[in-house]
C-alpha cells in the first residue's frame, strides 16, 4: 500500500517561494510515476509536475514551467516541488500522488496519468 504525506504549505506573498515536500513510502517496481496536483476552490484538480521513478525525468504543466521545479530523492523516498515566482492565482490545496501500475503523461501543456494513491494535501496561499 502506496502512503503519502505532504508538508511545507504555507502562506507567501506574490513572488516568493515554498518548497512542498512528499514523504511516500510502500511504492514498488510496478510504480511508474510521482506526481503534484492542486485544485483551488471552485475550480478542477489540475496536473503541476510528474517525474517518471524509473528515468527521472520531469514534465511540468506550462502553467508552472519556468517556475516550478519537481525533484526526487530515492535515498529519502521523499519527492519535492520548489515553487518560486509564486502568483495568486497559484493559491490552491497541493497534493502529492503515486500511479499504481498505470502511467502519468505529458501532452499539450498539461500533465496527467492514472495516479490511484494521493496524500492528504497542504494548503498554499499566496498573496498579493
Known amino acids: 500500500q502506496v502512503q503519502l504525506g505532504e508538508s511545507g504549505g504555507g502562506s507567501v506573498q506574490a513572488g516568493g517561494s515554498l518548497t512542498l515536500s512528499c514523504a511516500a513510502s510502500?511504492?514498488?517496481?510496478?510504480?511508474?510515476?510521482l506526481g503534484w496536483f492542486r485544485q483551488a476552490p471552485g475550480k478542477e484538480r489540475e496536473g503541476v509536475a510528474i517525474?517518471?521513478?524509473?528515468?527521472?525525468?520531469?514534465f511540468s504543466a506550462d502553467s508552472v514551467k519556468g517556475r516550478f521545479t519537481i525533484s526526487q530523492d530515492n535515498a529519502r523516498h521523499t519527492m519535492y516541488l520548489q515553487m518560486n515566482s509564486l502568483k495568486p492565482e497559484d493559491t490552491a490545496m497541493y497534493y502529492c500522488?503515486?500511479?499504481?501500475?498505470?502511467?502519468?503523461?505529458?501532452?499539450?501543456?498539461?500533465?496527467?496519468?492514472?495516479?490511484?494513491?494521493w496524500g492528504q494535501g497542504t494548503q498554499v496561499t499566496v498573496t498579493s
Open positions: 500522488a503515486a500511479t499504481g501500475g498505470g502511467y502519468c503523461y505529458y501532452s499539450s501543456g498539461l500533465v496527467s496519468g492514472d495516479f490511484r494513491y
Open positions: 510502500g511504492y514498488t517496481d510496478s510504480t511508474k510515476c
Open positions: 517525474i517518471y521513478l524509473g528515468s527521472g525525468k520531469t
